[in-house]
RNA sequence: GGAGAGGUGGCCGAGAGGCUAAAGGCGCUGGUUUGCUAAACCAGUGUAGGGGAAACUCUACCGGGGGUUCGAAUCCCCCCCUCUCCGCCA
């Protein structure tokens, strides 16, 4: 949510800033109802004022006393007034805060112009491209002749795009978690929660999902109650409505999570296997931290995330979201793009992002100060660290060899009970310790 | 699901129609005292919004939403949450 009062302030920025964005929705509106709703204010609360003199010279002076009636009478008259004015100011309040909803952030100085994807930046890439005597296969040729990907099986019990991974894949999947969250909470700093995931709407329109991407959403029986599209979302709204002490800062958080999306009307080849998801796993770090190291934290974050594709040995590229391709909440966003040999293309596998006040405000998240003075909103940041399918995708297909089996990274042999490599294997075969 | 008890400031906790932004305590900030540390004492210390150059002032907020009343943290109704006990269940 934008800061209203720096809106009032500055309205010819925020609108530049939104147009660079690509909406600038309802500004419009919102700065006209800001000012309705502020004179609104201005006049219930002297009705308010003058009703409260009369009620307390009421109780001074008696409730028997000469003037009492007539009081009593004033104070039904003023009563009458209020409630019109009161009525008006609640529906343009309401209007107000329900537009003020669907405008997005703005983008940081620091963010690269342009109208959409082609207008990202590569910042910097990492690692080989690893080569091939034979034209490497795409994942899903692979994972399902290795009997670890079973998409058609998938589709009979949930419908398409829904993963099913079976076998040494099962294993794998539980062995990159586990690898992920021990790295960031042993040697990065983040504290692990294990959250809830169905959230209410509080919590969905805290971080921003709400009410753009409603539709996007997965909703329970319970229409109050969605299933999360990211982690980002219970983690985050751990701390709406608090306040922490400056020395608690930086929250560090760490959390794995399963996230569900409709990802509605993506279909073709851009989608197949394990590109793009209704069910993903995903292990997501978020930070709370002091306004004037939001930036700093960004990268350090940004770090982190990478930190993971470099002990997986997987070669991946930073990308600076430019102005038009930042999601809504985001202030300034770099995605992670890991290489898949199989597809020749680069996958997005993070995305992180500094949300500065925006989400914070929305949750009523604030720290105080060491100094003493007035809670201050946090900023927010959160990344992906990581999400699995398409690093599952990646680590098949730039692993793969010529006899059909897939070459691990070392740091995940632990993982996967010794395992080197993943081979093809039958419906009934366990997974032994050689690779 | 049933019964009971609760939800008040950063935290704990009193208050049971007007004298309450709300006692008291803790914490925090400043000061006095003090070989150091600690302690003691004194003072200050809620959030949000409006008006004002400022001093200051007005309004709202005691889980959420309605209602009664001239007036509600306090009375009534609905909902949410927490705790205890019982039931049910992976």
């Known amino acids: 949510m934008l800061d209203l009062r720096r809106l009032r302030q500055e309205p010819e920025r925020i609108r530049a800033a939104l147009q ?13 109802l800001d000012a309705t709703v502020r004179k609104a204010t201005f006049d219930t609360d002297n009705l308010r004022a003058e009703k409260n003199a009369l009620t307390e010279k009421l109780a001074h002076g008696g409730l028997a006393g000469e003037g009492a009636a007539g009081l009593r009478q004033s104070v039904k008259d003023l009563n009458g007034r209020l409630k019109t004015a009161e009525e008006t100011l609640r529906s343009e309040k309401e209007e107000l805060d329900r537009l003020v909803l669907w405008l997005p952030n703005i983008p940081h100085e620091s963010v690269p112009l342009g109208g959409g994807p082609e207008g990202n930046v590569v910042v910097r890439t990492w690692g080989e491209q690893p080569s091939f005597a034979f034209t490497p296969a795409p994942h899903w040729d692979l994972g399902a002749a290795m009997g670890i990907l079973d998409p058609r099986r998938a589709a009979r019990i949930s419908g ?7 076998g040494d894949g099962a294993l794998l999947v539980r062995g990159l978690i586990t690898f992920m969250l021990d790295l960031h909470t042993t040697e990065h700093g983040y504290r692990e929660h294990w959250v809830p995931y169905l959230v209410n709407r509080d919590a969905m329109t805290g971080t921003g999902q709400l009410p753009k991407m409603e539709e996007d959403m997965y909703v329970s029986a319970d229409p109050e109650l969605f299933l999360i599209p990211t982690g980002e979302v219970p983690l985050t709204n751990l701390w709406r409505e608090e306040i922490i002490p400056e020395e608690r800062l930086p929250v560090r958080m760490v959390g794995y999570t399963p996230c569900f999306r409709k990802e509605a009307g993506a279909y073709g080849k851009e989608t197949r296997g394990l590109n793009r998801v209704h069910q993903f796993d995903k292990v997501e770090l978020v930070k709370l931290v002091e306004p004037h190291q939001s930036y700093d934290e960004l990268e350090s974050l940004v770090a982190d995330a990478e930190e993971v594709l470099q002990r997986l040995e997987l070669p991946y590229r930073v990308v600076s979201l430019c102005t038009g391709d930042l999601s809504f909440s985001a202030a300034k966003c770099y995605d992670l793009e890991v290489w898949a040999a199989g597809q020749q293309r680069w996958l997005e596998v993070s995305s992180c992002s500094n949300f500065e006040d925006f989400q914070a405000r929305r949750m009523g998240i604030r ?5 003493g003075g007035k809670p201050q909103l946090v900023h927010t940041l959160n990344g992906s660290g990581l999400a699995l399918p398409r690093i599952i995708a990646a680590l098949i297909e730039n692993g793969q060899t010529a006899e059909g089996m897939v070459q691990l990274p070392e740091p995940l042999w632990p993982y996967l009970r010794g395992r080197r490599s993943l081979g093809p294997q039958g419906e009934n075969q366990g997974s032994t310790t050689e690779g």
């Open 160 to 166: 398409s795009n829904f993963p099913l991974f079976s």
């Open 367 to 371: 720290y105080r100060p060491r100094a």
């Open 20 to 32: 660079a964005k690509g909406s600038i929705a309802s500004l419009e509106r919102v700065l006209e």
